[in-house]
């Protein structure tokens, strides 16, 4: 039984061996129950920037004094918030609210001659008229009332002038908008053109982006781009100006591995929010980017 047992065992091991056969040639032709792997799409390329806050063309403006003289009082201080038209300080005008004063006089005399003149045409002409009177007199008249009417627009005249120098003693606001800094003070003097305020409209805010030149053919309008700010902060937006020309850096690299003397294209994003966004802050910007092909 022994020699029998070691007989039958080869012969074991091949049925063994082909039954495996067979069942693995079975499994062969059943579906695969492996899920497909998809490898995921490659991120959108970006193009990287480094950019700043800035306000749009015409929101953020030095205001000057368009007037000479001592400042008599300042009505507003930094991060006031102001309208249209009011005034942020006033310079002394005396001498020149004197001056009106006397041209308004003068103005009231030369209507009044103007009036009297007036009245001697009328009389001449119709002393002429009835033959009791001369065309001498009558040209003379005529004559001094044309005068008068002269000295009358020579008067009103020096009024519009005068009211139009008064007018800028009083430094306005151009638009709404926040006081960024304050550069005069009451009680000083200073000549035409003096800055006095810098101004801007703090909801009129937008990202200027410095695209390096090689960049230039695979940033479109309308792409969109992520704004990031050092020490925390992240916001949205879409290119919306694209300018026709390279220009120089305005912000000196962080990365000192970069040249200064790059050029630069200033790409402008516009902001879906500007929540926390202080102008000038300096950002990093990454602009979804388009093949060039």
Known sequence: MKKAALFLSPVLLLVIAVLTLRESAQAGTRPSSVPL???PAPEAAKISAEGRVVAYPGYE??????FAGRVARVLVD??????KGDILAEIDASE????LRQA????????ADLRLSEAEVSRAAQLLESKVGTRQSLDKAERDRDAASARRQTAGAEVERLTALLRKAA???PFSGTILSRHISAGETVERGTPAFSLADLAKLRIEAEVDEMDTDRVKLGAPARITAEGGGSWSGKVEEIPDAVAGRKLKPQDPSKPLDTRVLL???????????KLGRRVEV???AQSSR
């Open 78 to 83: 930094e991060q006031s918030v102001v309208k």
């Open 286 to 288: 990454e602009i979804a």
């Open 37 to 39: 792997v998809v490898e």
């Open 171 to 173: 430094i306005r606001a």
């Open 61 to 66: 403006v030095e205001i000057g004094a368009d």
């Open 267 to 277: 790409v402008k994003v516009a902001l879906d929010s500007r929540e926390n966004l």
């Open 96 to 99: 020149e609210e004197a001056a």
């Open 104 to 111: 308004l006089s003068r103005v009231r005399e030369a209507e």
